[in-house]
């Protein structure tokens, strides 16, 4: 069930971050990391590895468009 709600969480997270990967919507992505982060500790608590997974996979997402972003764009 946890590994349900923590895939749950990962695609909410990747609705927000699609559009956050457009130039001057990359502040979007600052509205998405608290919902990975409670995705993976969803994830963490699950006796199964997918749902985890796959927040880590849109944290890294996030996290690199950030980066070349500066933070904000």
């Given at each position: 069930?946890?590994?349900l709600l923590s895939f749950l969480f990962g695609i909410?997270?990747?609705i927000i971050?699609?559009?956050a990967q457009i130039p001057m919507?990359?502040?979007g992505n600052w509205f998405a990391?608290?919902?990975i982060?409670?995705?993976i500790l969803l994830g963490a608590l699950s006796s199964k590895n997918a749902g985890r997974d796959f927040c880590l996979i849109v944290l890294f997402?996030?996290?690199v468009?950030?980066?070349l972003g500066g933070g904000f764009f």
């Open positions: 069930m946890l590994n909410i997270s990747l971050v699609i559009p919507l990359g502040w990391l608290p919902v982060v409670v995705g997402i996030a996290s468009r950030l980066l």
